[in-house]
């Protein structure tokens, strides 16, 4: 009996092998060209089978017999195919397949707007933010990966570029020039971007050598449009640190469009990784809409608004952070009674009238509006006690407190409240002549400012009042003021682009002058720009640029105001030189396209504002007392890594310092003997040396609606000093900045495939849900430091870390 089933057994699992081996469908798939095209999914429709083609667009299937299977070929750059295919017992059927490329996917590097090639600026795929895994969801995001910029901050939409400060970089939406919240001084408080992801159709950006119709700023420019709508749709996504809802639409004669956004968020839920234990509640909130009317084939107005409501409420309970070294290992512990609450109110409207006088000739006028109301108010006492911990590792007791080393409290008040205005009217045109383009445009503004300062700090430190004198109670930190300015600013620019053929080799210039008058100070500056791309007729193609020009940043208000809260009325221009060469090269590897961009640069600096960075807050001097410089490389590789999905890999390597046109100071030898040295040339608070930002998308082989998307920022130490001081050293620096993001998303609704009416998914566009998890490593990145005091009067720059491992979840849907 025992033979019988072995030989049942044996015949039953040979004629599977035969009946598997025998009913076979395979065959190539390749592009309109005849190209064999690799890692094409091919699968059955209506089942969990399936394959995918090799390098030679070779694929198999084992089927059954005399059954009607629907076999669906798909990827992510060519467009979807169904055949149906019947196979009989034994059968060997071979199908071969020429696939189409999707018209509506658009490659950065295969399709292009040749004259942004030719500039500083970079395209960005706008659609990458959705799927980009990033804890504080701004598009800023994106731009913190590329070369030349810098971010040690998760929760902020801030960023440094090649040196500069979060106050240098110019941003644009609709060609309306977008402004901050002053009094912010924590990623914390900051909430959204203005920009809205959703409605967003284009993103430009340059690191430095700019044309002269951007505007006073000294370090970069991002360059955003909106979305013109020719349908209805929109967008819903959700997850744990908020909502968002994007309506647009269009009406049937297609002369009115608009698209809405509504945004709500809150950090509450990354906060609570924070060393301070407490009560976190932020909440923010804006609309925003961009409305447009085609009043004939000529003339177009249009509306951009936007209001935003962030508030920001904090109860500190405690914290405790082991801090030293393995020798001198230490520990503080702060208990906290008080509050802070933090509003911050902004509202920002432009209308825009364009009219085309022909084909070649285009008038715009903007008059725009930006209103900011905001409020930071404070009371905080912070106890402190510094203990040293038991480091021997054959004690009992390793690792717990076995002597105080220092006590001491914090008092901090704050009642700051600032409301400005800014109002602006201008004029742009265009004229396209020949080879030519000219660009122009003139801008009158009108600022207005009050602010009202009442901010101190007071440090008991083992029964001493800091600073300590023997008769009265001095505030280590006190500021009271009550500022209020109104100016005007003007300016205008001038530019021209024009094409050489130089023996068959293409010249492209740039040319431009931009001029600007602030009647605050009477300071009157021309700035000079030109810009040159150099494409030479090999079969290779790179373009060579080289731009220059001159750069200057009128002092803001907060550039103005001194530490003690004084205005300086004789302030003037910071100022740069920039001098930026570049390549453009775009290659295939692989088979697949790819882009290296490189550039070097060296900044002249003048009449610099010296400043701190406390978190996000930079705390400027208030007068013009420094020059530097600041010179580096950059490099940028994009492309398809894996075929279908573009990643990038960016490196910079920067050095920016200043020297204090006073730059002396008394120092006292091992004889107790003074003497007068000057210092030279220090590091800038934002000489963060080595930079590298990795954006990097995977699927899974044979089935793209499984991705991974991975965020990879490392950024060498920033330097940092002692509270009221400005002295900083190489030698002190923070711990580098390391942060890891990754993202796992599937596929609900492909967009293009249809389902039928009455299931759910029809009227649905496009859907996915991802899974991200922010900080994989769990590294504490430093952003501050907490000074406290020993009974000895040493003083210890305690770290004070950025959020910690968490967890999202993230549903976006289209329709």
Not at 133 to 149: D, F, Q, R, W, Y
Not at 430 to 453: F, M, P, V, Y
């Amino acid at each position: 009996m025992t033979k019988q089933i072995t030989v049942l057994i044996t015949i039953l699992l040979l004629s599977i092998n035969i009946y598997a081996q025998n009913t076979l469908l395979s065959g190539t798939v390749t592009d309109n060209n005849g190209k064999p095209l690799e890692l094409i999914n091919v699968s059955v429709k209506g089942s969990t089978k399936g394959t995918s083609t090799n390098g030679k667009g070779y694929f198999e299937l084992k089927l059954k017999p005399d059954i009607q299977y629907t076999i669906v070929f798909s990827s992510i750059t060519h467009q979807t195919t169904e055949k149906k295919v019947i196979l009989k017992l034994g059968e060997h059927k071979t199908l071969n397949i020429s696939l189409k490329g999707k018209s509506e996917q658009i490659a950065s590097i295969k399709i292009e707007d040749k004259q942004i090639r030719k500039s500083t600026l970079t395209r960005l795929d706008p659609k990458i933010m959705s799927v980009i895994p990033e804890a504080s969801g701004n598009i800023e995001a994106i731009i913190k990966t590329l070369p030349g910029v810098s971010s040690n901050n998760e929760l902020s939409s801030q960023y440094s570029v090649r040196g500069g400060n979060f106050d240098e970089n110019l941003v644009y939406v609709n060609d309306v020039q977008i402004y901050r919240p002053f009094l912010i001084r924590s990623g914390q408080q900051e909430g959204m971007s203005f920009i809205n992801a959703d409605m967003v159709s284009s993103v430009l950006f340059s690191a430095g050598g700019f044309d002269a119709k951007y505007g006073d700023k000294m370090s970069s420019v991002l360059d955003i449009k909106y979305k013109k709508p020719t349908k209805f749709g929109g967008a819903v996504s959700a997850s744990l640190l908020g909502a968002s809802v994007m309506i647009k639409g269009a009406s049937k004669n297609k002369k009115l469009s608009h698209i809405s956004g509504f945004r709500y968020k809150s950090t509450k839920y990354v906060l609570n990784t924070l060393e301070t234990e407490g009560d976190y509640d932020p909440r923010f909130f804006d609309f925003q809409t961009n409305i447009i009317y085609k009043i004939d084939k000529k003339n177009e107005i249009s509306f951009l608004g936007n209001y935003a409501d962030n508030e920001y409420k904090f109860i500190p309970q405690d914290r405790t952070t082991k801090f030293g070294t393995i020798n001198e290992a230490l520990e503080l512990k702060m208990y906290y009674d008080g509050q802070e609450l933090d509003a911050f109110k902004t509202m920002t409207g432009a209308f825009t009238f364009t009219h085309k006088v022909n084909e070649d000739l285009k008038l715009k006028f903007i008059t725009s509006a930006f209103v900011t109301d905001e409020r930071e108010t404070f009371d905080i006492q912070s106890q402190y006690w510094i203990n040293q911990v038991d480091n021997d590792a054959n004690s009992e007791t390793i690792g717990d407190s076995i002597a105080n080393l220092g006590v001491g409290t914090y008092l901090e008040h704050a009642r700051n409240y600032l409301y400005a205005t800014v109002y602006s009217f201008e004029h742009k045109g265009s004229l396209h002549n020949g080879n030519q383009n000219w660009q122009w445009g003139i801008k009158a503004q009108n600022e207005n400012i009050d602010d009202n300062l009442t901010e101190w700090t007071m440090i008991d430190s083992a029964g001493y009042s800091l600073p300590y004198t023997d008769s009265i109670v001095q505030m280590n930190v006190y500021v009271r003021a009550k500022n209020a300015i109104s100016s005007m600013r003007y300016n205008a620019f001038l530019q021209n682009t024009f094409t050489f053929d130089i023996l068959s080799n293409e010249l492209n210039v740039t040319a431009g002058i931009r001029g600007a008058y602030w009647d605050f100070n009477n300071e009157f500056i021309v700035s000079p720009r030109v810009n040159f791309a150099f494409k030479p007729k090999w079969e290779s193609d790179i373009i060579f640029r080289f731009s220059t020009g001159y750069y200057y940043q009128p002092p803001f208000y907060k550039e103005m105001r001194s530490r003690e809260g004084v205005l300086n009325k004789n302030i003037k221009s910071q100022k740069s030189i920039h001098f930026v060469l570049g390549s453009d090269y775009n290659f295939k590897m692989w088979d697949r396209p790819f882009k290296l961009v490189t550039e070097a640069y060296y900044k002249i600096l003048k009449d610099l504002v010296t400043y701190n960075v406390d978190n996000v807050r930079i705390l400027y001097s208030g007068k013009n007392d420094a020059d530097g410089y600041a010179a580096g490389i950059d490099l940028k590789i994009n492309g398809e890594f894996v075929p279908g999905v573009d990643s990038w890999f960016s490196l910079s390597v920067m050095r920016t310092q200043e020297k204090l046109w006073d730059d002396r100071r008394i120092i006292k030898d091992e004889d107790g003997n003074l003497h007068e040295i000057h210092v030279g040339y220090m590091p800038r608070p934002s000489d963060q040396r080595v930079n590298l930002g990795i954006f990097f998308q995977d699927y899974f082989p044979g089935n793209p609606d499984y991705k991974m998307h991975m965020q990879i920022n490392f950024g060498t130490g920033l330097p940092f000093n002692a509270p009221n001081t400005i002295w900083r050293s190489d030698d002190v620096r923070m711990k580098s900045y390391q942060r890891v993001d990754l993202g796992f998303s599937k596929v609900i609704k492909r967009a293009g495939k249809e389902y039928p009416k009455g299931h759910f998914l029809h009227y649905i566009s496009d859907a996915w849900i991802s899974a991200e998890v922010f900080n994989l490593l769990d590294r504490d990145n430093t952003i501050s430091y907490e000074w406290v005091t020993d009974y000895q009067g040493r003083q210890y720059g305690v770290e004070n870390s950025l959020t910690g491992r968490r967890i999202n979840v993230k549903l976006i849907v289209h329709f």
